[in-house]
């Protein structure tokens, strides 16, 4: 570890953290607008380069703090436009940040956690076990580069436009870090995107989507991929915690705002599994109660799992039941899929401290190919 990691890294803060951050250094809170500037308007990472912050001041900025960010370790570029980034962070862990151009947007799908803890059994990420939560820096770090990477801004026009918490990890088991992180997304002084092109995906924590609804505007999307409880616990164990009764009361709860909040649904497609007509029309009756939009994710395989994506004809007759129950419905497009960028297939490079990767490479080698 070098001596310049001892530095608080600015990145760690939001406005708010910043502004407390000069305070109790004796110094104008306002400082902390200039820095933001700096960073996410130009750019400039440098702290001497901060020309309108005085030079005594930039001096004993840079003894205490730095502008660190993750390091790009590996770029890869699909045919279809899709990006994938491998960011590297200080002890040999790394995740990985997907960008995702449509014609009248990109998206940038963004990572919370160094694998995760969830298991759920249709990912592979979890197959990956769990290293530890990212800061809010390697997290808005993420946006940062994959911005300066696209030439943020093209004829005006901005690369990104909307931000996803839906790379690895479970973004409300990092509720801190994330908030931070999405707050400087949202800040005009940062990215400034609006409410509803930042977006926090969870599998279902209860209590954290209560606290979110209080503590920061973004829209909200739950990956729900069963309408009732058995199912949904074989697929997501946590459902075991948070039942599907309870999940809804949550989303109901954060949509029932003032201002306009949505909540999108995300249903991965598994053949034979959770694609059956009656499972479509038990998530009409279920999602009816929620002011919602539906989003169907054919299922993408990995190394390891036995599970195969629906058919074409299975996810268009799904969609028809739940678009003719009057819900809306999208099938999402895979993307990225030659570099393997696609939902669920998001590795990178986790030090497992749960010892579950171990685990299954030695199931899958006592069971055969
Ligand atoms: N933990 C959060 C953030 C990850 S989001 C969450 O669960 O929402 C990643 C999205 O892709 C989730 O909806 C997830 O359920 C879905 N997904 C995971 N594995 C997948 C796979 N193999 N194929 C398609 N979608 C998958």
């Known amino acids: ?22 305070t109790a250094m004796g110094e104008k809170p306002f400082r902390a607008q200039q820095v933001l500037k700096w960073v996410f308007h130009q750019g400039e990472t440098d702290i001497n380069a901060m020309t309108d912050i005085g030079v005594a001041l930039r001096g004993k900025l840079q003894e205490l703090a730095e502008v660190r960010l993750p390091v790009i370790i590996d770029e890869q570029r699909s045919t279809d436009g899709t990006v994938k980034w491998l ?37 592979s990420t979890g197959t990956q076990g769990f290293a530890r939560n990212l800061t809010a820096s390697e997290i808005i770090g993420q946006v940062w580069l994959a911005a300066q990477a696209l030439g943020h801004e093209r004829n005006g026009r901005r690369r990104i436009t909307n931000v996803v918490m839906m790379g690895m990890g479970e973004p ?18 940062g990215f400034g995107f ?4 930042v977006t926090l995906s969870t599998a279902g924590l209860v209590p954290g989507i209560y606290r979110l609804r209080e503590t920061l505007d973004v829209a909200l999307a739950v990956s729900l991929h069963a309408p009732v409880d058995d199912l949904r616990t074989e697929l997501v164990p946590l459902n075991r915690k948070y039942p599907i009764a309870e999940l809804m ?13 949505s909540v999108t649904f995300e249903y991965t497609l598994i053949d034979g599994v959770n694609d059956h007509p009656e499972h ?18 054919p299922f993408n395989p990995f ?21 003719r129950g009057k819900l809306i419905a999208t099938v999402r497009k895979t993307r990225g899929e030659d570099i ?30």
Do not use: W
């Not at 862990?93 to 919370?112: D, Q, W």
């Not at 609006?194 to 092109?197: G, L, V």
């Open 172 to 189: 409300l088991l990092n509720f801190d870090a994330v908030v931070s992180a999405m707050s400087l997304m949202r800040n005009d002084l």
């Open 303 to 323: 190394p390891g799992t036995s599970y195969r994506c629906s058919s074409a004809e299975r996810i268009a007759e799904f969609q028809e039941i739940v678009m």
């Open 194 to 197: 609006a409410a509803r092109r």
């Open 340 to 369: 393997d960028a696609a939902c669920g297939q998001l590795v990178g490079k986790v030090q497992d401290r749960t010892k579950r990767s171990a685990r299954i490479k030695l199931q899958m080698a006592e069971t055969g190919p």
């Open 249 to 261: 009361r949550a989303c109901r709860d954060y949509v029932s705002e003032k201002h306009k909040r």
């Open 1 to 22: 570890m070098s001596a310049d990691d001892k530095r608080v890294n600015l990145l760690d803060f939001d406005e708010a953290g910043l502004r407390a951050f000069f």
């Open 87 to 123: 960011m590297g962070f200080n002890g040999g862990n790394a995740v990985e940040t997907v960008y995702i151009p449509e014609p009248k947007r990109g998206t940038l799908c963004v990572s919370s956690q160094i694998g995760c803890a969830l298991n759920c059994s249709f990912c």
């Open 280 to 297: 479509a029309h038990k998530l009409v009756k279920l999602l009816r109660t929620v002011p919602s939009k539906l989003n169907l994710i």
